[in-house]
């Protein structure tokens, strides 16, 4: 019963958090100084086309009418127009892009698997490499091996990923000619390629997250050997890697596990950064594009997936928490 | 499905095209039929759908549909009109007011289906429809009825446009219009079989009347072109329909297209690319003499230009106006804009660009390529600014390096103690203020190239009044009734030469009031792979014609 | 929007003496480092009157008339152009660096100012409050951590009329983005020192809320407040060069770093000193803060030595 008011609570908060962030969102693209009709008229465009267009795209009706429609629309799908040529986006319907003549979500959903191998496979990759890193630093505290770990870890989180990315590229990719530059193939088309493609902005991702990680795990670890427990441990005469392996790396769990969470999350609703660097057509390129071409729709659209993986990620690290926290276990935030 | 190749045993580089590149002194020979050509694309969709293109004809629409008119270009000539789907480019007998063409016979569809004059109608007709608005629409306010026409969807016919029988066409114009067959050229006039084309995909799998159809189309990877059975050379002298297959290569980086072209390896010997090479490329390129051997450049194309908005403070003074022509410095602009004046383009110094027919060259502000500060600062003193501006905004594109090329003219008119502050904005929200109705801006850099090869379309849609503001691109804001009313004659002439005199002396009226500052033609310069032949760069527009291309050894 | 160390560690308040910082080498490496930033960024007028050039000037004396990339090896370096210049501009790229310093360290600065104050006083709140406060703050500060904030930014940016001065609206910003990783460590640390028995002193003593939180609670927060601060800059400042990179900062012609890397792309494989000085500069700003940082911490936490 505890548990399904935790989880019902939760559902809840998630769903007034996306409410939120749709109604700003909507009001921010609003203002924004472009019509999205315009794009749609042709050249040369005069007025009685633009009213046209506007009349099509239902951009004619008060925003909080649009919104609504919006979210109805989500639920119900939508039609524009009429007629034989009226365009019908099916439910659930995150809004319709004019500019690319495709729903939204079909237009996330064909990037999305872009997106989720950069993020799944760095994401590995720095657990690893992060926790692993720090670990081994915390263990063997004070020695040039912890000296050179956390050296290259400052280093890590002191660069930015598209400097490291754009670097990697000249040295790895142009220079050595050892990379592909840029571009993505499905692993479907070819397992090899697409690991080949991907491998740069994997490690180049890795290493400035791992570098985040491994600090925090050493943080976390050397705290936790402060800790009497562990002491106790020790004294009872347990060996150094039980002590190591159980107690303390269960004290390191929560905070890693919590920022893994918010980033996964926030890596899964686009790498804007990365994606641009490395050519790699997933969400974050799809938003960059909405960004520049002014494409309300997809922009929002894109904007609530954003919001709803960091949501969803939240959610679930809330979960992990209480399951490995009993203390938090039907508490409040 | 990938047919080989044809292996000749000749090399065939036919390399034509003036400015920066060598002429190829190697024997040419003819382009033969077969392989795979690949167009590599830094886009994310191609779509054929004619109604919604603002595509020119000799570009990749061209490959799919063809349409009432077409453009004759040919290396070192000016382009001219030439009949496509009709027997001759359109006939009138009322001094342009009706307009007549008559379909060739044995036109057929992919479908098999024939091409009739009602299929011609009904694709001009969706064109007004708003699924599929967004290509270009001169033709809309043109024939009678149609600014109030919603296109076919309904059930609604466009009366202007007779069928009399199924290979005649007769066009009502609201008014005398000379160059309705350049107007017939555009994309909207590609035939759609009638009643069909409802679906706002149907750019991805249309019903092909060129020597290609879609075959596969993979948003964001590829699209395939495979070819038309339906199509016969026999009736179109205007595209070879050489390649057996054409590829597109979607949303591949531009600078990773140049260098797959500059590296010319395996499928790549076979590619053409979509955008131009970027000056950063262009530097690149100098030390490679493979490289450079394939690169073509356009003798001119767009004009550069800077706008100056006359309906704000101090710029309503045409010697403030006449003052900005001596204060920019045109050759840090050439080189700001490719590296060198060879790459970037001709200083520019008329309205009309050059390969149009009609052009006269003039320039009414002569001054050094670097400007003339000193004489700016006259014309300024003489208006009542002593002193300089202060506080101007530019507002300029993020695309294709405008920036740094805004950059330039800053520095520049700085000499003349014009203070000018930079705003760049992303290019759709760029056109949103430029061609929106507040004007809140006092400069602006841009480019245009005419949509078809006549004066009047690089005039009219620049320096009409009726082109301020609501998505017209008169950016300067120019209203002048004595030019609108010239412009209205020099339309309804029909003979292009009579008609070119007086575009000619628009272009020298307008430039005397100095809306705006030409700055340079801007060249384009496109890589291609070393097996593809018949690439080359007409006089206008500045962009290879696609149609021609084929592939050899 | 990273979170470092030392977000669920909260400290014990009390700071080991400062002199204990000048033997952490690397912390005082990272002072250094900082510090000659700022002597670039406070020295640009000077250095660049000394080399002769400002960041402004078109210079197309010094660009290989055939391509517009930099005479001379190595992106043209020479006594003249300490750094080079920058292609088909000519610009002097020691310039540009050393006035896109100022810029950086200014809109990093200030931009975490605004973080610092908006996180400590929604920290504060949160963690003495507690209940559907806490609950709110926590949520948004949650949600605010993975959102996609760069392209808000570019939206938001795109809306403002030009009046309005750029870098004060990538100060807000930027600023307004940060909050989160402020005032989630505030909150923690608060928590714990609610609990505190000088605390409930105060409060039986008949001290309002803000009493508390302003004379009790808020002294002893400022060694948490320093820590994260500091580690706060390097952010702001890499995500100023960000923004600009994707060409939505300070526009030009101002220097920014940013925006130099950003052209400096399409020119990696022609003219690779054109991306690496400005990039060094950057790393070497973000390191040293990040190590000035660390040792910060060290110092306060003396468990995470």
């Not at chain 2, 003039?362 to 000193?374: H, I, S, V």
């Not at chain 3, 940013?258 to 690496?276: C, K, Q």
């Amino acid at each position: 019963m505890r548990a399904a008011r935790f989880v019902g609570g939760r559902l809840l908060g998630m769903l007034i958090v996306l409410l939120v962030v749709a109604l700003i969102s909507y009001l921010i693209f609003y203002l924004l100084p472009a019509d999205p009709a315009r794009l749609a008229c042709g050249r040369p465009c005069t007025p009685a086309n633009l009213a046209i267009a506007r009349d099509f795209m239902g951009l004619n009706e008060p925003w909080y009418r649009q919104l609504l429609d919006f979210l109805t629309g989500i639920v119900a799908g939508r039609t524009f127009g009429s007629g034989t040529a009226a365009i019908h986006c099916a439910a659930p319907c995150f809004g319709y892009s004019f500019q690319q003549n495709a729903q939204v979500i079909d237009l996330i959903t064909s990037r999305a698997p872009v997106t989720a191998s950069l993020a799944l496979g760095a994401a590995v990759l720095w657990l690893i490499l992060g926790v692993g890193s720090g670990v081994l630093s915390a263990v063997r505290r004070g020695t040039a091996i912890d000296r050179l770990t956390m050296a290259g870890a400052v280093a890590g989180v002191s660069t930015p990923t598209y400097l490291l990315g754009l670097l990697g590229i000249l040295v790895f990719g142009f220079t050595l000619d050892m990379v592909p530059v840029s571009g993505y193939v499905p692993i479907v088309d070819s397992p090899v390629d697409w690991a080949w493609h991907l491998i740069l902005p994997w490690l180049v991702l890795a290493y400035v997250n791992a570098a985040l990680y491994a600090r925090l795990t050493r943080g976390q670890m050397l705290e936790a050997f402060g800790e009497d427990y562990i002491r106790t441990a020790r004294a009872k005469g347990l060996s150094e890697k039980r002590v190591v392996g159980w107690h303390a790396l269960r004290n390191v769990l929560l905070p890693v596990v919590t920022l893994f969470g918010i980033d996964l999350g926030a890596l899964l609703g686009g790498a804007v950064i990365t994606e641009r660097v490395f050519g790699l057509p997933g969400i974050g390129a799809l938003m960059i594009d909405a960004v520049q071409s002014l494409d309300l729709p997809l922009l929002l659209g894109c904007t609530l997936f954003g919001a709803l993986v960091v949501v969803i990620c939240n959610f679930a690290v809330d979960l992990v928490y209480g399951l490995l926290d009993p203390r938090t276990r039907g508490g409040n935030a | 499905m990938r047919l080989r190749r044809i292996v000749l045993p000749a090399l065939a580089l036919a390399l034509v095209g003036c400015g920066a590149n060598e002429q190829q002194p190697k024997t040419s020979t003819e382009a033969k039929a077969g392989g795979t050509l690949y167009i590599l694309s830094d886009r994310a969709t191609n779509p054929f759908d004619p109604a919604k293109s603002q595509g020119l004809p000799i570009t990749t629409l061209g490959l799919v549909h063809r349409r009432l008119n077409a453009w004759n270009t040919a290396p070192g000539k000016d382009a001219t009109v030439a009949p496509d789907l009709g027997t001759d480019a359109g006939t009138t007998t009322d001094g342009g007011k009706t307009w007549k063409f008559t379909l060739k016979d044995g036109l057929k569809f992919s479908d098999g289906s024939p091409i009739t004059s009602a299929d011609v109608k009904w694709g001009v007709e969706r064109s007004f429809a708003p699924t599929f608005s967004g290509g270009l629409g001169y033709h809309k306010t043109l024939l009678e009825g149609g600014s109030t026409y919603k296109g076919p969807f309904a059930g609604q016919e466009l009366n202007s446009i007779e069928t009399p029988d199924t290979k005649t066409l007769i066009f009502h114009l609201a008014r005398p219009y000379g160059d309705w067959p350049w107007i017939a050229s555009t994309a909207a006039f590609a035939p759609v079989p009638k009643g069909k084309g409802t679906e706002a995909t149907y750019g991805e799998h249309p019903i092909a009347s060129g020597p290609y159809q879609v075959s596969k189309y993979q948003s964001g990877i590829e699209i395939r072109l495979t070819h038309n059975p339906q199509w016969s050379k026999d009736t179109d002298p205007n595209r070879t329909g050489l390649p057996n297959e054409i590829v597109f290569q979607l949303g591949q980086q531009s600078t990773v297209i140049s260098k797959r072209l500059i590296d010319d390896s395996g499928n790549d010997k076979d590619a053409v690319s979509i955008p131009f090479v970027a000056p950063a490329q262009l530097a690149q390129l100098q030390g490679n003499a493979s490289a450079k051997k394939r690169l073509v450049t356009s003798s001119s194309g767009a004009v550069a230009y800077l706008a100056i908005n006359v309906t704000r403070g101090p710029l309503t003074d045409p010697r403030v106006r006449q003052a900005f022509q001596y204060a920019v410095d045109k050759s840090a602009f050439q080189v700001a804009s490719a590296g060198s004046a060879a790459l970037a383009g001709d200083v520019a110094t008329t309205l009309i660009t050059p390969g149009i027919g009609g052009r006269e060259k003039f320039d009414l502000y002569p001054a050094p390529p670097t400007g003339d500060p000193a004489k700016a600062k006259a014309l300024l003193a003489a208006a009542g600014h002593p002193a300089g501006l202060d506080n101007l905004t530019l507002v300029v594109s993020n695309a294709n390096n405008s920036a740094e090329k805004a950059q330039a003219i800053q520095a520049a008119v700085a000499r003349a103690g014009i203070k000018v502050t930079i705003k760049p904005l992303d290019s759709d929200a760029f056109d949103e203020a430029i061609t929106g109705s507040k004007g809140d801006y006092d400069l602006a850099l841009l480019s245009w190239q005419a949509d078809f090869p006549s004066p009047n379309a690089n005039l009219q849609p620049l320096y009409a009044s009726s082109e301020i503001g609501n998505g017209g691109y008169n950016v300067s804001r120019y209203s002048n009734p004595a030019v609108d009313q010239a412009i209205t004659q020099a339309q309804s002439v029909v003979d292009p030469v009579a008609a070119g005199k007086q575009w000619a002396a628009i272009d020298k009226r307008i430039m005397q009031d100095s809306p705006v500052v030409p700055l340079i033609y801007t060249r384009n310069s496109f890589l291609h792979g070393s097996a593809v032949t018949g690439f080359y760069i007409p006089e206008f527009p500045a962009y290879p014609n696609y149609l021609q291309i084929g592939l050899g050894q | 929007m990273r979170v470092d160390v030392g977000e669920s560690s909260p400290t014990t308040g009390r700071p080991r003496s400062v002199r204990r910082l000048w033997h952490d080498r690397w912390a005082v490496a990272g002072l250094v480092g900082f510090g000659l930033l700022v002597l670039l960024a406070a020295g640009a007028d000077l250095l660049t009157a000394i080399e002769g050039h400002n960041p402004y000037d078109y210079n197309n004396a010094a660009l290989d008339p055939q391509s517009g990339t930099p005479a001379g090896p190595l992106g043209g370096v020479s006594g003249e152009h300490w750094f080079g210049v920058e292609p088909l501009t000519g610009r002097d790229l020691f310039a540009i660096v050393a006035y896109g310093a100022r810029t950086s360290l200014l809109i990093g600065l200030a931009s975490t100012v605004v973080s610092v104050v908006l996180g400590a006083a929604l920290g504060l709140l949160a963690g003495y409050l507690g209940g559907w406060s806490d609950r709110i703050i926590s949520r948004v500060g949650d949600v605010m951590f993975g959102f996609p904030y760069l392209i808000f930014l570019i939206a938001v940016g795109a809306v403002t009329p030009l009046s309005f001065p750029r870098p004060l609206l990538l100060i807000v910003l930027l600023g307004f983005f940060g909050w989160a990783r402020v005032a989630r460590i505030v909150r923690a640390q608060t928590l714990t020192l609610k609990q505190r028995s000088f605390v409930a002193a105060s409060r039986v003593m008949g001290a309002s809320t803000v009493q508390v939180l302003w004379r009790q609670l808020l002294p002893n927060l400022w060694a948490p407040i320093i820590v994260v601060g500091t580690l706060l800059v390097p952010e702001r400042i890499a995500a100023e060069a960000a923004l600009s990179f994707l060409g939505a900062g300070i526009p030009p012609p101002r220097p920014s770093w940013g925006r130099a890397i950003g052209s400096a792309v399409d020119w990696i494989s022609t003219d690779p000193m054109f991306l690496l000085f400005p990039g060094a500069a950057l790393f070497v700003a973000t390191l040293s803060l990040n190590l000035v940082g660390d040792g910060l911490r060290d110092l306060f936490d003396p468990r995470s030595v």
